[in-house]
């Protein structure tokens, strides 16, 4: 049974920085993608950014500049580095794991709070 374990949400003032983490525990293998998506209230999930296999990256132009996407292969893991934090930026950030023969998984949600 995979699991996505995500931490690194909480409350920041605008300016300040989070670093979001998002673990796989179980057996996954054959990863294709690994990304972030944040869902603000009365609002539809949309991308943050993704990373693949081949470590290519692709981000909102909303975050661009400002967050960067990373993984760990050996740890099953994605991070997200966000600065420069704005409170549009406040959400509930989902990581997502896709993978070619299992199919794709989503985190449990963790929420970032931005406030000015």
């Known amino acids: 049974q995979v699991q996505l374990v995500e931490s690194g949400g909480g409350l920041v003032q605008a300016g300040g920085s989070l670093r979001l983490s998002c673990a796989a525990s179980?057996?996954?293998?054959?990863?294709?993608?690994m990304g972030w998506y944040r869902q603000a209230p009365g609002k539809q999930r949309d991308l943050v950014a993704t990373v693949t296999s081949g470590s290519t990256t692709n981000y909102a132009d909303s975050v661009k500049g400002r967050f960067t996407i990373s993984k760990n292969n050996a740890k099953h893991t994605v991070y997200l580095q966000m600065n420069s934090l704005k409170p549009e930026d406040t959400a509930v950030y989902y990581c997502r794991i896709s993978t070619k023969f299992m199919g794709e998984y989503w985190g449990q949600g963790t929420q970032v709070t931005v406030v000015s």
């Open positions: 179980g057996s996954i293998f054959s990863i294709l993608v």
